[in-house]
Structures are given as structure tokens and as C-alpha cells.
């Protein structure tokens, strides 16, 4: 069966810090892969995703990046973070086809102090 | 742009009653609905999926219907217990490539004893 690990599950990090969360997925092969935030009362926000290694495709302009250097290893990074990217990280993983749902991952609730 | 809404935005039941969630969305275009229940903290886990074609979803206590045409999507949860507790999306997948989807604000139910 297919898995999706997220972490770490926690972080407060300091304005102007770097950032790496990291999402693995196992069980499948070649998933597209997302991130998500979901913002204090807010609804999820799509940020990045992936059809494949090295193909990233950003929805949103911000301060985040987002990298695939394996098949189903999907990395959210920061130079330097904002206030404002604090937030509930989540990322989820599909097959494609029309029919296919989405998992997701326990997700990274990101504190920026 | 599709904007999809949930009503009501809370919602506290005793146990044992029946009860609907509302979903809707405004571009009928879609390829499937994806209903997800999201504990406190924690990711979210998917419950339901309609494809586009289709009328009606049932698991267990939960039965989900979707009427494309008119916009709207229903969860209908049976005999709620407490441990129903949590806050339910929706999500619509858009056409296009790589699954992305379109989330609403999402219903917090509350189930008292």
C-alpha cells in the first residue's frame, strides 16, 4: 500500500531562516506531488506541484521554492522566511488520470517567530 | 475562476442525528469531488471521491452526492457519533493537468454526547 511521510511535524524558526520540509512517498512510482497551505481560517492554497523529476510548476508567487530530485521526494525550502509564511504545510500525492484522488500527509505546522 | 463554498461553516449535533454538509462551487466543469475530514492539527483524510459522471458515493455511515450541473455536492453522515468530530472539505479537481483541486473553507462539526 501507498504511504506519504511528511516532517518534521513542528518547526518555529526565526524571521530571515531558512527553510526545508520534506515529503517522501512510498508504494508508488512516478506520483504527482503538491504542496499545500493552509493558513490560520483560511481554506488550502495550492503552492507547487509535480509531474515528475524536476518539473515544479508554482501557482502562487512568494517567498517559497519548491525542488523534486527523486521520483517521490518532494522538498518546500526558503531562503529566508517571512512572518507571513507561517502556517499548516501539507503535502499530498496523486496518480494522474482523471479519476484519481488525492493523500495527503499528516502536515508541518510552521511557526515563524 | 472556480470558488467553491461550504455551509454551514459550524455545526454541533448530539449524537445519534443525522445530518448534511453542503458543498458548491461555481464551474461545473470538473472531473471529480473529493470529500476529506481534517482533525485538529493533523493532515487530511480523504473519505469520498465522485467522478464527474457519477451520482452518488457511499461508505459506511457517510453517503456523498454530487449534482454537476446545479454546482452542488451533499456528505450525509448517518447516526453521528462523537468521534465524527472534525472539519469536513470539499474539493472539486479542475480540468487540466496534474490534479490539482479546488478546496472549500470547510465544514467544523461538533457531535455532543
Known amino acids: 500500500s501507498q504511504t506519504i511521510h511528511q516532517w518534521p511535524a513542528t518547526l518555529v524558526q526565526p524571521v530571515g531562516s531558512p527553510l526545508s520540509l520534506e515529503c517522501t512517498v512510498e508504494g508508488t512510482s512516478n506520483p504527482n506531488l503538491y504542496w499545500y497551505r493552509q493558513a490560520a481560517g483560511r481554506g488550502l492554497q495550492l503552492l507547487f506541484y509535480s509531474i515528475g523529476i524536476g518539473q515544479i510548476s508554482s501557482e502562487v508567487p512568494q517567498n517559497l521554492s519548491a525542488s523534486r530530485p527523486q521520483d517521490r521526494q518532494f522538498i518546500l525550502s526558503s531562503k529566508k522566511l517571512l512572518l507571513s509564511d507561517s502556517g499548516f504545510y501539507l503535502c499530498?500525492?496523486?496518480?494522474?488520470?482523471?479519476?484519481?484522488?488525492?493523500?495527503f500527509g499528516n502536515g508541518t505546522r510552521l511557526t515563524v517567530t | 475562476k472556480q470558488e467553491v463554498t461550504q455551509i454551514p461553516a459550524a455545526l454541533s449535533v448530539p449524537e445519534g442525528e443525522n445530518l448534511v454538509l453542503n458543498c458548491s462551487f461555481t464551474d461545473s466543469a470538473i472531473y471529480n469531488l473529493q470529500w476529506f475530514r481534517q482533525d485538529p492539527g493533523k493532515g487530511l483524510t480523504s473519505l469520498l471521491l465522485i467522478q464527474s459522471s457519477q451520482r452518488e458515493q457511499t461508505s459506511g455511515r457517510l453517503n456523498a452526492s454530487l449534482d454537476k450541473s446545479s454546482g452542488r455536492s451533499t456528505l450525509y453522515i448517518a447516526a453521528s457519533q462523537p468521534g465524527d468530530s472534525a472539519t469536513y472539505l470539499c474539493?472539486?479537481?479542475?480540468?487540466?493537468?496534474?490534479?490539482?483541486?479546488?478546496f472549500g473553507t470547510g465544514t467544523r462539526l461538533q457531535v455532543t454526547l
Open positions: 474539493a472539486v479537481r479542475r480540468p487540466g493537468t496534474a490534479s490539482k483541486l479546488t
Open positions: 499530498a500525492w496523486g496518480q494522474g488520470g482523471r479519476g484519481s484522488p488525492l493523500h
